[in-house]
């Protein structure tokens, strides 16, 4: 369904025009923001959570879309602010510096059975991982989803140039980490 009928729909006073809508709207972006969240925290059940409260979220603040950036820029820009304050918690919630965070997320990476990557893949998860939280939504938006800068920039509300530059970090410091294997 095209984004014009799925603003239509959702927009719509009627009931049941707005929940097709908003059903069409989690069919067609689920599975790019479970995979978006699930890169930034890693464990399914997690990402699982935080996609349903994601759209529970775009279903409740519908109402606040302007239409001044794409629907899935704005769907993102809840996903990252999702993904940020879950990590800000999870570090906060054990008494956690950002390192043993990070570590807690290697594991999971180790000894999980849903990650079917080869050794190669495995060590630059981690590498990403070993990120601060901004510059490791900037790479993975960048690096896997291929957005261009001006749209990461709507979903993380930075400048064009600081996404450059988070990026332009975030590479320098995976390539350290990946000559040191």
Excluded at 18 to 31: D, H, I, M, T
Excluded at 107 to 128: M, P, Y
Excluded at 145 to 162: C, F, H
Aim: with cysteine.
């Amino acid at each position: 369904m095209k984004e014009e009928t799925l603003l239509y729909h959702l927009k719509s006073e009627q009931c049941n025009l707005r929940e097709l809508g908003f059903r069409k709207l989690v069919e067609n972006y689920q599975e790019r923001v479970y995979w978006h969240i699930r890169k930034m925290v890693v464990d399914h059940e997690d990402a699982d959570d935080l996609t349903q409260e994601t759209f529970v979220k775009v279903f409740r603040n519908f109402d606040q879309f302007r239409g001044d950036a794409a629907l899935f820029t704005w769907i993102y820009r809840i996903a990252s602010n999702e993904c940020l304050n879950f990590l800000r918690k999870k570090k906060k919630r054990h008494f956690l510096p950002w390192m043993e965070a990070e570590n807690e997320l290697i594991q999971k990476i180790d000894h999980s059975n849903t990650f079917n990557g080869d050794e190669i893949q495995r060590i630059l998860h981690k590498a990403i991982l070993g990120l601060p939280p901004q510059q490791q939504l900037v790479f993975n938006m960048k690096y896997y989803e291929n957005l261009k800068y001006e749209d990461i920039a709507r979903i993380t509300e930075k400048s064009v140039g600081a996404c450059k530059a988070n990026y332009h970090h975030a590479v320098k410091k995976i390539e350290a980490q990946l000559e040191k294997h």
